[in-house]
């Protein structure tokens, strides 16, 4: 048996790739805002919950405290340049949607806008925000899921190879979607 040996480095957060997602913001008049998370995930099946960490220097995270709603919204592949956008400049001084051309589009159930080139949108409405040191994580329930058609398949369950999720991780853009096997594929080897 080959040992190979491990190099150990100090704690930090590496668990990659995760997914980079694009979710929107707002509160009162202002209009709604776009920023670019990757600190997201899951957190319980039923009720479905969620979470995005968000700095507290960030433009958005005024918006999402006071509005107590976000939405998640899954950018395929092709929209990577504007996930990388949406996370260097900021709401205070551009409208995202105007400089990328977005198309907003009304939510069932928040006031934030689902985002029309998004094929997966995730309405969310925060039930606790926990403070950790340089991010606050904005736990939420899922209030709805909303799919482009095109990215359902013939049972109605979403197609990854038509969504192409993005992954981020070591500083890159990575897709998401490659097939490795069926959940159950164990049991039948
Ligand atoms: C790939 C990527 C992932 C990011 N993930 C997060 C994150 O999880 N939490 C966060 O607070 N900022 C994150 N950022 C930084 C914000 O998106 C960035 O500061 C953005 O410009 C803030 O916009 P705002 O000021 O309009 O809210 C990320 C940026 C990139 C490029």
Known sequence: MIIINKVTKQASTILFPVPAVLVTCQSGDSPPNIITIAWTGIMNSSPPMVYIGVQ????????IKESGEYVINIPSSDW????DYCGTVSGRTVDKFKEKHLNPVPASFVKPP??????VNV????K????????DVFIAEVLAVHYDENVLDDKERPD??????IGFGAGEYRLMA????QHGCSRKE
């Open 56 to 63: 507290p220097t960030r433009y958005s995270y005024g918006l």
């Open 80 to 83: 990577v340049r504007v996930v």
């Open 114 to 119: 689902l985002i029309n080139e998004c094929p």
């Open 123 to 126: 309405e969310c409405r925060v």
């Open 128 to 135: 606790q925000v926990i403070s950790l040191g340089s991010h």
């Open 160 to 165: 990854l190879d038509k969504i192409r999720p």
């Open 178 to 181: 490659d097939i490795l096997g």
